[in-house]
């Protein structure tokens, strides 16, 4: 069973939210508070494969609760769902480890949308196996392990949240070659993905403070202006 748990505070918005995505064959558990989810999550035996998250709640908000839930797992998907249009609100939830974020108001294909895409990608990390001679991609410092679906540096891990992993796995399997955001865009979150290429750039910059020395002077993840980025092997 596809389950998703929702987080948000408005009764209304919470119903609808979970009578569209029951249609469709998701189980959802609702929460009205970042507290009572955090509590229903630590308790939950099944697993949950998506928390949609409201940012704006009384207590603890929906910031707090995505870095909650990311500590607790990498393998859940996070979308935030905020009313607000600060460029800043969609910054902070996706370097705080969320996937996606969807602005309200939405309407429920948009919703569906963006559920659907990150459940295949939850599934496909959650499921995915390679060939054993095909295990491990060396590049330099780093080994990255297809199967075990890790990243280290120096023999240290480095832990990623799954869209981390999948877009390192594309810079690996296609060291030093320019890949533009779309094509990022497009082999991440999919062809069909509603939102902006900007969602590139702040995972791109949230990978560089998980595995630069110095973030703000990478030598492995470069940008290429005009063009994209690349992963440096020299």
Request: net charge negative; glycine share 6%.
């Amino acid at each position: 069973m596809k389950r998703i748990l929702i987080v948000e505070d408005e009764v209304a918005i919470r119903e609808f939210e979970a009578i569209n995505l029951n249609r469709v064959g998701y189980a959802t558990v609702e929460a009205g508070s970042g507290e009572e989810a955090l509590d229903i999550f630590d308790n939950d035996s099944q697993g949950f494969d998506i928390a949609l998250l409201d940012i704006s709640m009384p207590g603890m908000d929906g910031f707090a609760l995505c870095k909650e839930l990311r500590a607790r797992s990498k393998s859940l998907g996070i979308i935030m769902l905020t009313a607000r249009t600060q460029e800043m609100d969609k910054i902070s939830g996706l370097m705080l480890g969320a996937d996606d974020y969807i602005t309200k108001p939405f309407n429920p294909t948009e919703l569906l949308a963006r559920v659907d895409s990150l459940y295949r990608r939850v599934e496909y990390n959650n499921s995915a196996t390679s060939p054993s001679n095909n295990d491990e991609i060396k590049l330099g410092e780093f080994t990255l392990n297809v199967r075990r679906r890790t990243l280290s540096k120096r023999d240290q891990n480095i832990e990623l949240t799954q869209v981390e992993f999948q877009i390192v796995e594309y810079f690996f399997t296609n060291p030093d070659t320019v890949l533009e955001r779309t094509d990022i865009l497009n082999k991440v979150w999919g062809s069909a993905y509603f939102g902006e290429e900007k969602i590139v750039d702040v995972n791109i910059r949230r990978l560089r403070m998980k595995i630069e020395d110095e973030p703000s002077n990478p030598k492995h993840l470069v940008t290429v202006w005009g063009m994209g980025y690349k992963w440096k092997t020299e």
